[in-house]
């Protein structure tokens, strides 16, 4: 029986039969609902493809419902869950990256907190979409939280095979993270490398600020980028706009 996607999973799939892809991740934590929502109408207005909603540590409870109903309300892109844990869900989203942090040394991040939040997700009826998620040196604060072992910058091969796992799993995206306000993206190889060996979407995320890393992180073989602290840390909405317009233009030219 051939497997049915989801609504926003199909859309995911749709848009990258014609381009890369441009994802902005905003944390609740970081951002109040009245800026989540100008962002959310910034992005669909200079041409992003969905909103990530999610953070390692505070996104969850009413911070994370009020910043998701705002961005629902100013933007039709697919709002979709990045939790850090089984409290990091929200009736009001699209969808969620039903994620299994596969370089965890805790069981937790690995199978645990996805048990304690699948019921959940089930009774709200988010569309979940699985999801390979490998924490790459340095990790910040994410790889601290979920208690991650990095893989190095320098084995990109140790990187492949874990995403490799990930797929024959059955996981249907693989997500190389290098830590929200890392110092540096994904080293380029390790992207080439680990988009030879797997068939599913591969995004990445962390370190990307510029024209130039985001259009080196999607000509090395990423399908999907992520950018968030770029954003988030802008002065003004107009310095936000510029950046994104930047980022995008790097992505998709």
């Avoid at 699209?94 to 699948?118: C, H, K």
């Avoid at 490998?134 to 140790?158: F, N, Q, S």
């Amino acid at each position: 029986m051939k497997l049915k996607l989801g609504k926003v999973e199909s859309y995911i799939h749709e848009k990258l039969e014609k381009e890369k892809l441009h994802f902005v991740l905003l944390d609740p934590d970081d951002v109040s609902p009245e800026e989540a929502s100008k962002i959310a109408q910034m992005c669909e207005e200079v041409g992003a493809d969905a909103v990530m909603v999610g953070g390692s540590t505070g996104a969850e409870g009413e911070v994370l419902d009020e910043v998701v109903k705002a961005i629902k309300e100013s933007s039709s892109l697919p709002v979709i869950l990045f939790p850090g844990s089984h409290g990091g869900i929200t009736k009001y989203a699209d969808a969620i990256f039903f994620m299994s942090l596969l370089n965890s040394r805790n069981p937790f991040f690995i199978t645990g907190a996805q048990a304690l939040g699948a019921f959940t997700v089930k009774r709200y009826g988010i569309e979940p979409i699985p999801m390979a998620y490998l924490i790459i040196e340095p990790g910040e604060t994410v790889g601290w939280v979920g208690d991650a072992k990095p893989i190095p910058r320098h084995k990109p091969k140790i990187a492949a095979a874990y995403a490799l796992a990930g797929q024959y799993l059955g996981m249907r995206l693989v997500y190389l993270e290098a830590g929200s306000g890392a110092p540096k993206h994904v080293p380029n190889e390790m992207i080439r490398v680990v988009k030879s060996v797997i068939d599913v979407p591969l995004i990445v995320g962390g370190g990307i600020r510029t024209y130039e890393d985001a259009r080196e992180v999607a000509q090395s073989g990423a399908d999907i980028i992520v950018t968030g602290t770029a954003i988030e840390k802008a002065d003004s909405l107009e310095e936000a706009r510029k950046r994104l317009e930047s980022l995008i233009k790097g992505i998709k030219s």
